[in-house]
């Protein structure tokens, strides 16, 4: 990459059109990117204000745990989209199946558990939690069908099209069902364990998302029980597809079958001398949120080690069966699990989709995925450089993905092997449990470095990976803690401290995302690496509250959640809202992953009606109603879902004619503002500024990959129709990323 400079003009003039090839392609076209908000005051009233609106009526907000399933099945959108290479369409597919799965373990749990406890606490939207959970049930049923409709009607044949096949039992050759015997003999009964059920065998507890198998019998075993019913645990162990070898499969094709499709055809195999009435697979997924509570814990760790245990065998909240399963069977389960009718799902597949993510890794067909590119770095971090001697010459924005992340991981191995580096400071929330940071950090408490890491152990489903790597880091000699009980330690921070002739220098990263180099390939985030000494003392002192104790300490430029972040984004809403009462020109563009925060909701309400411009980029939940006249009608909100998951947060406020803008790990959230330790760090350096802006401005003339939201809580695909295509990650791909 060239400069920051370069990059804009890039930025400013790529136009890409929407197709299935590598988004690293040359752009097709060299029409501009239209400009933004080219009027003086931005846009006006279309309608009076109106000063007596109560902004706290119900009837302004969507109901979270609704907007959060909307996202789901835009997710979902994706698998149609033919812009996405075939298998990434499955994917999309795939991922909708997780992202339910993690719905129904904490959001659906939830709204259960208020119900359980006849808790009737509504949120800003003023639904009651049974009317919430009807409205899930319904749109959940629709859409789950919809997927397996997609699945079998469009994208099995079409990868059957691209010579990659899935073989139900009906299709089997001979020569495949004697392979099959065979595997089933030696890899998959001596692992399995049948449970019949009879008064000295009671229905077993299964573990979360596991499948399972319920059989009816005929007949007598061998000590005289006559045959009922028996729940067959399929093995973790055991892969959910299996690939069929080369030589059995139709030339030319990748052949795969189901794990299941092989214990249906021989599961009277399992029970010897009884005859297999019926074998339906089933699946339950249970409360999976885990709850410590800091009054009656005295060591984290272990408690949330017992709490892992437990989160296998929470409470069930959804029953997926096969369609075939008799009514009578899939009634028995439901009492079994003490669900309702409601949490019933039948589905045409596979019950664990998500597990078919291994025919993504395994099947070797580049031409049916995206293709690889190699992000870009910055010509002032290239090697020889050093990354520190960088710093110090000006500040560093990285935009991933299309930025590499690797600039950061060299920062830290530098600091690790300069024997005039004296600290490290590092906040780790997911990062992995073998990643080129947690290795740099182990290396220099082994160089004899003051290395403190703040690892979060409550962030939900990495709480394993975060348990071991703590331990990892204590053995290494680094000084590991939790951070502050009744509050999650979420900001991106990493501090290093040298000695430089004479006299300490100060160095930090500030982050979006996580210090995790994978996900830094998939989501899009900042990374600014920084020598600002103000900046830098900044981070210092939320490092020195988080491992010590002490009245809050005056913090220069960053804001800090739980103290100043919320207080001073209401501040600088309003301060747009002031320009906008004097006739000036006001925007604020806010680009996060979810907006529910009901004093942001009003503040950003009250600059609308002022006539400020708003642009919100919300990826996910949004409880913001835009549109509405007298109230919200210069609000606008999109999401955008496309090849990358769009991670940043940033703020832009127009802050009249002198531009602010702010990175931040978090989003406008309750429990970000509220209840975590975040960061929020301006762009000092007027270019960097400014290049961030273009980003978000590409973001708003997106036309192939976002989604307008609208009044009624619906949201519709922008469609390029006789304009150029643009797509925002194909732009910024092209603009960063490193050239072919």
């Known amino acids: 990459m060239e400069d920051a400079q370069s990059d804009n003009a890039t930025i400013e003039h790529a136009t890409l059109g929407k197709s299935d090839v590598s988004m690293s392609d040359a752009p097709q076209a060299d029409t501009p990117v239209p400009r933004l908000n080219q009027t003086r005051t931005g846009i006006k009233p279309k309608a009076m204000p109106d000063p007596e609106a109560d902004l706290t009526d119900p009837s302004l907000y969507f109901n979270r745990e609704l907007s959060h399933l909307q996202f789901n099945i835009r997710v979902l959108e994706q698998a149609l989209d033919q812009a996405h290479p075939l298998l990434n369409r499955l994917m999309f597919l795939l991922i909708f199946s997780s992202n339910m799965d993690e719905f129904f373990e904490i959001r659906v749990a939830g709204l259960k558990s208020q119900l359980a406890l006849g808790d ?110 028996a729940i067959l645990p399929a093995p973790r162990s055991l892969p959910r597809v299996i690939a069929l070898p080369e030589e059995l499969c139709e030339e030319g094709f990748t052949e795969y079958l189901f794990l299941s499709s092989m214990i249906h055809a021989h599961a009277d195999e399992v029970f010897p001398g009884m005859k297999v009435k019926g074998c339906y697979q089933f699946r339950l997924t249970r409360n999976a949120d885990m709850t410590v509570d ?90 020889p450089n050093s990354i520190m001697q960088s710093m110090q010459e000006g500040d560093i924005l990285l935009h991933h993905p299309f930025q590499s992340f690797t600039p950061v991981e060299d920062l830290l191995r530098e600091a690790a092997r300069d024997p005039d580096v004296l600290a490290i400071k590092q906040t780790l929330y997911r990062t992995g449990a073998d990643s080129p940071i947690v290795n740099a950090l182990v290396e220099a408490a082994g160089q004899g470095k003051e290395v403190t890491v703040v690892i979060e152990l409550r962030a939900r489903f990495d709480e394993a990976d975060n348990l071991a790597l703590a331990s990892r880091l204590q053995e290494a000699g680094a000084i590991v803690i939790y951070g502050v009980m009744a509050y999650k330690t979420h900001a991106k921070m990493m501090h290093i401290v040298r000695r430089e002739k004479g006299a300490l220098r100060h160095y930090a990263h500030l982050g979006t995302g996580n210090y995790h180099s994978k996900t830094a390939k998939l989501y899009t985030d900042y990374s600014l690496l920084t020598a600002d000494p103000v900046l830098c003392a900044d981070v210092h002192k939320v490092f020195q509250q988080l491992s010590g104790m002490g009245r809050t300490r005056q913090i220069e430029k960053l804001l800090h959640a739980p103290f100043t972040l919320h207080e001073r984004v209401v501040e600088m809403i309003e301060r747009e809202a002031s320009y906008a009462r004097k006739g000036k020109r006001a925007h604020i563009i806010v680009k996060c992953n979810s907006l529910t925060e009901p004093k942001l909701i009003q503040a950003l309400y009250r600059a609308s009606q002022a006539g400020v411009e708003c642009d919100l980029i919300i990826r996910g939940m949004c409880c913001l109603r835009p549109g509405l006249p007298g109230i919200s009608e210069n609000i606008r909100v999109r999401s955008v879902i496309g090849r990358f998951l769009e991670h940043t947060r940033v703020f832009h406020f127009h802050n009249d004619g002198k531009p602010e803008i702010w990175g931040s790990s978090a989003d406008f959230m309750a429990r970000n503002m509220f209840h975590r330790v975040e960061t929020c760090f301006p762009l000092l350096d007027k270019k960097l500024a400014a290049r961030v802006r273009k980003d978000l401005e590409t973001y708003l003339v997106d036309n192939c990959q976002s989604w307008l939201l609208q009044a009624d809580g619906t949201y519709i695909k922008q469609d390029p129709g006789e304009a150029a295509p643009i797509s925002a990650q194909e732009t910024l791909l092209y603009a960063y990323a490193a050239r072919a």
């Open 120 to 229: 009737d606490t509504t949120g800003a939207d003023g639904r009651s939690p049974r009317s919430v959970l009807d409205e899930i049930s319904k749109i959940a049923h629709e859409h789950v069908e919809r997927q397996y409709r997609i699945l079998n009607e469009q994208l099995i044949p079409a990868m059957e099209a691209h010579n990659i096949r899935f073989r139900r039992r009906g299709d089997w050759t001979k020569q495949q069902r004697k392979w099959v015997h065979d595997y089933f003999s030696t890899e998959i009964i001596p692992v399995v364990s049948p449970i019949g059920l009879d008064p000295s065998h009671p229905f077993p507890r299964l573990v979360n998302k596991s499948l399972n198998f319920i059989v009816e019998l005929e007949g007598k075993d061998a000590f005289g029980r006559e045959g009922g019913l």
């Open 294 to 383: 800091p009054e009656e814990v005295s060591d984290l760790a272990s408690a949330l080690r017992g709490e892992l245990l437990a989160r296998r065998y929470g409470s069930g909240v959804r029953l997926e069966v096969a369609d075939n399963c008799p009514e009578e069977l899939s009634d028995f389960l439901i009492k079994q699990f003490q669900l309702e009718p409601s949490d019933l799902y039948r589905v045409n597949g596979p019950v664990n989709l998500t597990r078919m993510m291994s025919v993504l890794g395994d099947a070797d067909r580049p031409d049916l995925m995206y293709r690889s590119f190699t992000p870009g770095v910055p010509k002032q971090v290239k090697q």
